[in-house]
């Protein structure tokens, strides 16, 4: 790959710029000439109030803001290999997209500027390297990159190492910010548009966590019906089976997985609604977010609630009665072992060789008090616990 020095005015950089308000990003700079966010490049994240107003500012305190990178796509077209969020920023700014303050706090757009300050940032001088070479060079470059801001998170990546129709329509759909159908989809995923949440569920649910595979498989596709269907479905079921207003604790879960295990059983959504308001109202539920699976799962699985246990004073009283008890009739300290018939009939089991359980199992409306906890032996225990 080969790599030249060349240096760029913020003015020639910004003549003819285009940012999309609706995808988030900068298309177009230099008079057209210029690429700003190519179908590898992530979309703009730095329109936080805080990392594009550290650009403006490293400028006009004449400050370096970094080296930029060009790749060379034809004789007189460019497109930013890096460098897409500090040249957007500069862009946004020159065309009254966002403000700075000044020394006074107050806010200024470029042109409420003194001119002084308005030439001192389009006659600022960029450093940029102008690259050639083949994709595959470009790409692996691109993939190692880290100079400036915020790193590439791995969907980020992915989305430039398998760049094309694919990627583009994928993100059209699901890195939009401004898709009407986020607000839903936030309900159940963590993260944001802009950094690839929706669309790394999306492929992760579709693929089963093979995303590479799947995106190297797909990158030539010219639709995009599969992954959004599937997407789709998932999010419905979700909804509807859950029939009620989104939990907090909803965000996040692992639907691509439960919808896979559980799609197929019917529910009653009422039924499900008042589980899980039971659920919720239990003081010894610890782990609200295992709720949704528990009750998908037929609420077998207690585990998924990490129902609260017994603390060590109820643990130690009731080892002390139980014990004292057991030396009076001569017989094993554990129930299980004390009707027993082999040679831990007669045991007096110490403290730590034993678990505290309920009498009656929490899942049957037994409760985590003295009255009803039993120590028994961990064998016994983990066997009881099995059945």
């Known amino acids: 790959m080969k790599a030249t020095l060349k240096e760029y005015k913020v003015k020639e950089i910004c003549e003819g710029f285009v940012y999309n308000e609706l995808e988030g990003k900068g298309l177009f700079g230099l008079n057209g000439k210029l690429t ?62 966002f ?22 940032i389009t006659e600022t001088t960029l450093l940029i390297y102008e690259c050639e070479g083949e994709e595959d060079e470009i790409k692996e470059w691109f993939n ?61 649910w579709v693929s089963k966590k093979e995303v590479g595979d799947y995106m190297s498989k797909h990158r030539r596709d010219k639709n995009i019906k599969e992954l959004k269907n599937y997407f789709n479905a998932v999010i419905e079921w979700a909804s509807k089976t859950f029939d009620f207003p989104p939990l907090s604790e909803m965000k996040g879960l692992e639907w691509g997985r439960l919808y896979e295990k559980y799609h197929n059983k019917g529910y009653n959504s009422e039924k499900i609604s008042e589980a899980v308001n039971k659920l919720y109202a239990d003081p010894y539920v610890r782990n609200k977010k295992g709720v949704f699976e528990y009750i998908l799962g037929e609420e077998e699985d207690a585990k998924l609630l990490n129902v609260r246990v017994f603390d060590e004073v109820i643990k130690r009283a009731v080892y002390a009665e139980q014990t004292t008890e057991a030396k009076k009739k001569e017989i094993s300290n554990c129930s299980f072992c004390a009707i027993g018939h082999d040679s831990n009939k007669n045991k007096i089991w110490k403290i730590d060789e034993m678990d505290a359980d309920h009498v009656s199992a929490w899942s049957k409306g037994g409760k985590t008090d003295m009255g009803n ?15």
């Open 144 to 204: 190692t990159i880290n100079i400036v801001g915020v790193p590439l998170n791995e969907q980020e990546r992915l989305n430039a190492i398998y760049s094309g129709e694919f990627v583009t329509l994928a993100k059209e759909e699901f890195s939009n910010s401004q898709n009407s159908n986020t607000q839903k989809w936030e309900a159940y995923i963590k993260g944001s548009a802009n950094r690839q949440a929706f669309l790394e569920k999306a492929l992760e």
């Open 373 to 387: 906890c039993e120590m028994l032996c961990k064998t016994h225990n983990r066997a009881k616990g099995n059945r």
């Open 99 to 120: 403000a700075i303050k000044d020394e006074n706090g107050m806010p200024q757009n470029f042109d409420s500027l003194s001119l002084e300050k308005q030439k001192q």
């Open 36 to 97: 700003i966010q190519p179908e590898y490049q992530r979309n703009y994240i730095y329109a936080d109030g805080k990392k594009d107003v550290a650009v403006i500012e490293s400028i006009l305190k004449g400050y370096p803001i970094g080296l930029i990178y060009f790749n060379k796509v034809e004789k007189d077209n460019l497109e930013v290999l890096d460098g897409q969020q500090r040249i957007t920023s500069i862009g946004r700014f020159v065309t009254h997209k």
